[in-house]
Structure formats: structure tokens, C-alpha cells
């Protein structure tokens, strides 16, 4: 058969190793899974009660609108139900977009290390990729204006970045966006926009409405818990919503996914008691950077990014074979580094705990050789 050769270059998304794996690998009874993300309170209960309800109508074809989600999220956010567009996850919208856009005539810039899927689908169309490399952690704007040519046709921009946790601050943004010529669209992914806290962050959904190049990407699957029932979506203009949904499969997001979706947006006592837990469990996480005299990001997410100056899958395996799971920076591009996510508190502190064993352990061993 004749395969796209680029297919050829790429392996399958590695996702982090599964709890069910390492319990049967190191015979361990409670494994933690500190790996990808997700939030360590689950979801909000209510989303737990209207599903339940739910499980009668599997047979049925979902709608293929989300009209009551769109309905929910429209009024919720103060957009237009026609300003949204929905995703299986927000990489379902990274694939449309590319889809869209891409192709082997097309140029596209994102940033590196970022998240890994702008790159993958890039690939997949045949596009010509510009990475950028990121600027102690952060997006280098300029450097990414500097890239645009004439075939330019996306600029990726991961705000807060993923694997490093730093955002962008508005005073950046604005005189980027003001920059990038409008035949150009800009996909501002916030898939940790909820747990930002920072002052000088951007008012994302107004940018919108000025800069008609712009498309933000939002997930049900990080604050909210949801990341099993596949939710993601775009906030643009019509014109960019109108120009992009012929390109969505059109059973995209499940029944299943809507209903949660839509339930979950009504609790959001649920999302702030996760954000402030998550500050609070983030600057155990920095104590222990301080104490221990180690390099990390100052993050915006529900993740660290820490150096610990030996290679990454070292400290990856030492905790692996302590039960907890995270995601050793080789493969994210930091190869000293590991990503965790924050947890529960007893989480955090359990992980924390196995670290400080693990940087005794190295100094001893640097004292015997
Ligand atoms: C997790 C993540 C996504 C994907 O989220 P889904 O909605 O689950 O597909 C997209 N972008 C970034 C930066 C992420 O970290």
C-alpha cells in the first residue's frame, strides 16, 4: 500500500503508563497516577448523578450539535452558541484545524518543547513545521513572528504550555496578535485555563472578539474531570466556526460526554475548591524545589516541570517502582527533568516524600564514588 510517507516518521501517541500495568509489574498494591494530568478529586458529583440516568438511550445517536450542551456553555462563557465549536477532547480540534489548513503547500509555527499533538497532525497533512524553541519556559513570541513566511497558515500558541506550566502574559499577547497578519489563524490552546491565577493573564474570550484570526481550544478532561468522556471546544467567531465544521465528524462528542459536560459546567463551587486545592498542593511542590536547591517553572497548571540534573527516566523509574506514576521529561524535551501532576495533598505528599529518598539516596552515592 501506499502510505503517506510522512505516516512512516511518526510512532503512536505514548500515553503514560496505565495503573493496572505497574500494579501487575512491581506486584504494588496502591499505585497514584501523577502522569497525565488529570484532576486527583475526580469530577463533580452531580456529573456522577445525571449520568446514571443516562444509560438508557445508548442506541441513539448523540446530537450531532451538543445543542443543549452549546446551549449551557454559550450562556456560561456569554458567547454565541454559533461562536463554538465542540471536540472528542480538544485534540479532536487540533485534527480539524489541521485538516482544514494544512497541507504539503502550507507552513506552520508552534513553539518547542510544547504539546506534542500540533506537531503530530502537522505531519500527518505534510506541512511545513517552524518550531520555535521556548525562552526559559516560556513562548518566544517574536522569534515565532520572525518565523511567519508566505505560506503560513497556523501559529500554535499553548498558553499555559504544556509540559512547562508558564503562560503568557497579556502585555505579551496583545502585541502579538496585533502582528500576525489576519489571513493567519492563531489557535490559543487553554486546556488549563481554569486553573490559571495569575494577574496579568489575558481575557481570552474578549481577544476574540478583536482579532478575527484567533480560535481558543478549551477541555472538559483537566479541571473538570472528564477527561475519560472526551469534551473539548473552540471559542472563535462565526466565520471561523462556520469554516471549520464541515470538518468535524458529525457524531463527534458522545451523549454520554454532552450530558457530563453540560452538568458539570453548573457546579463550579466543584472547579474553584479543585483550583484551590491545586495552588495550595503546587506550593508544597515549590517548598520542596526551595529546600532542595532544585530548578522548576513557576506553573499555572496542574502540573511541575522540576530539574533534577540527572536524567529524567532515572528519577521516572525510582518513583515508578515506589507506586506513583509521572512523566519523565526525556520524551517531553526536557531530558533532566520529570513532570508531575499535583495531586491530593496525601499525594503530594507521598510523592514529595519518595523525592527527598531519592535525592538522599543520589548524594550518597555521589559520596562513595
Ligand atoms: C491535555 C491537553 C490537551 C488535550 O485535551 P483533550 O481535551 O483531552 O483532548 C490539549 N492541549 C493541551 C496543552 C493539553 O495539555
Known amino acids: 500500500m501506499r ?51 443516562e444509560l438508557n438511550g445508548l442506541e441513539i445517536y448523540p446530537d450531532g450539535y451538543a445543542s443543549n450542551l452549546r ?3 454559550a450562556a456560561f462563557l456569554q458567547v454565541n452558541e454559533e461562536e463554538l465549536i465542540f471536540g472528542n477532547g480538544s485534540d479532536n480540534l487540533i485534527q480539524i484545524i489541521s485538516r482544514s489548513l494544512l497541507h504539503p503547500n502550507a507552513s506552520t509555527i508552534m513553539a518547542t518543547p510544547t504539546f506534542s499533538q500540533y506537531r503530530h497532525n502537522a505531519v500527518i497533512e505534510g506541512a511545513i513545521i517552524k518550531e520555535v524553541p521556548l525562552v526559559n519556559g ?11 513566511d508566505e505560506q503560513t497558515n497556523v501559529i500554535w500558541v499553548c498558553s499555559p504550555n504544556n509540559p512547562t506550566g508558564t503562560y503568557i502574559p497579556e502585555n505579551k499577547l496583545i502585541p502579538f496578535l496585533e502582528k500576525v497578519p489576519s489571513h493567519i489563524l492563531v489557535v490559543l490552546d487553554e486546556a488549563y485555563y481554569e ?15 478583536k482579532y478575527q484570526n484567533l480560535i481558543v481550544l478549551r477541555t472538559f478532561s483537566k479541571i473538570y474531570g472528564l477527561a475519560s468522556l472526551r469534551v473539548g471546544y473552540g471559542i472563535a467567531n462565526r466565520e471561523i466556526i462556520k469554516a471549520l465544521e464541515p470538518a468535524r465528524e458529525p457524531f463527534n462528542v458522545n451523549s454520554l460526554g454532552q450530558l457530563a459536560a453540560a452538568n458539570a459546567i453548573e457546579d463550579q463551587n466543584f472547579i474553584e475548591n479543585c483550583k484551590r486545592e491545586n495552588r495550595q498542593g503546587l506550593q508544597l511542590f515549590y517548598d520542596f524545589c526551595e529546600q532542595n536547591q532544585l530548578d522548576y517553572y513557576p506553573s499555572q497548571t496542574n502540573f511541575i516541570l ?16 515506589k507506586g506513583y506514576i509521572v512523566r519523565s521529561g526525556k520524551a517531553l524535551g526536557f531530558p533532566t527533568s520529570v513532570r508531575i501532576t499535583v495531586g491530593s495533598q496525601e499525594q503530594n505528599e507521598g510523592v514529595l516524600k519518595a523525592l527527598g529518598n531519592f535525592l538522599t539516596e543520589l548524594k550518597q552515592q555521589r559520596v562513595e564514588m
Open 3 to 53: 502510505w503517506k510517507d510522512q505516516l512512516l516518521t511518526l510512532t503512536p501517541y505514548q500515553p503514560g503508563k496505565s495503573i493496572e500495568s505497574v500494579k501487575k509489574q512491581y506486584n504494588l498494591e496502591q499505585i497514584v497516577k501523577l502522569a497525565s494530568n488529570e484532576n486527583p478529586f475526580g469530577c463533580s458529583i452531580k456529573v456522577r448523578n445525571a449520568l446514571k440516568e
Open 71 to 73: 446551549e449551557k456553555l
Open 138 to 148: 516560556g513562548h518566544d513570541l517574536e522569534g515565532m513572528l520572525a518565523a511567519i
Open 195 to 209: 486553573y490559571v491565577a495569575a494577574d496579568d493573564y489575558y481575557d481570552s474570550i474578549d481577544l476574540t472578539r
Open 306 to 321: 522540576i530539574d533534577f540534573k540527572v536524567d529524567g527516566d532515572r528519577v521516572f523509574q525510582y518513583l515508578l517502582e
